[in-house]
């Protein structure tokens, strides 16, 4: 049995709206997951990274004012440790993030997840 699609959404963000308006027009009815409601756990996001093929940093939102206020910029700063921070503040997460036949896509633009379904 293969696995459900999952998106990672969250409902106030244009392209989480519009990367799951794609996965609906082609028939495709994801488990949906409101990440800053049910942050993923530390091993759920660590294999997320590894299908996304990227390091924790480029998974966070730098812009966000958490990411500079718990001083995430510093480069001396574990894969644990901004893994954990992503999971404690869940706002940093870069969104959406589409998982489907074992593969994984952040959506932005919202088309990258076509690449995967």
């Known amino acids: 049995m293969t696995e ?3 998106i990672f959404h969250n409902p ?3 392209k989480s709206r519009e990367a799951l308006e794609l996965l609906t027009e082609r028939g495709i009815e994801p488990e949906i997951i ?3 409601e049910t942050p993923p756990t530390v091993q759920e996001l660590s294999d997320i990274l590894e299908a996304l093929g990227c ?3 480029e998974l966070m939102r730098t812009g966000e004012s958490e990411y500079k206020e718990l001083g995430l910029n510093n480069p001396d700063l574990s894969r644990d440790q901004l893994i954990a921070a992503m999971v404690t503040t869940p706002k940093l997460i870069e969104r959406p993030i589409v998982l489907a036949n074992g593969k994984a896509a952040v959506g932005r633009p919202p088309e990258n997840i076509l690449t995967i379904i």
């Open 34 to 36: 409101r990440y800053l």
């Open 4 to 6: 459900p699609t999952r």
């Open 55 to 57: 390091q924790p940093r």
């Open 12 to 14: 106030r963000c244009s």
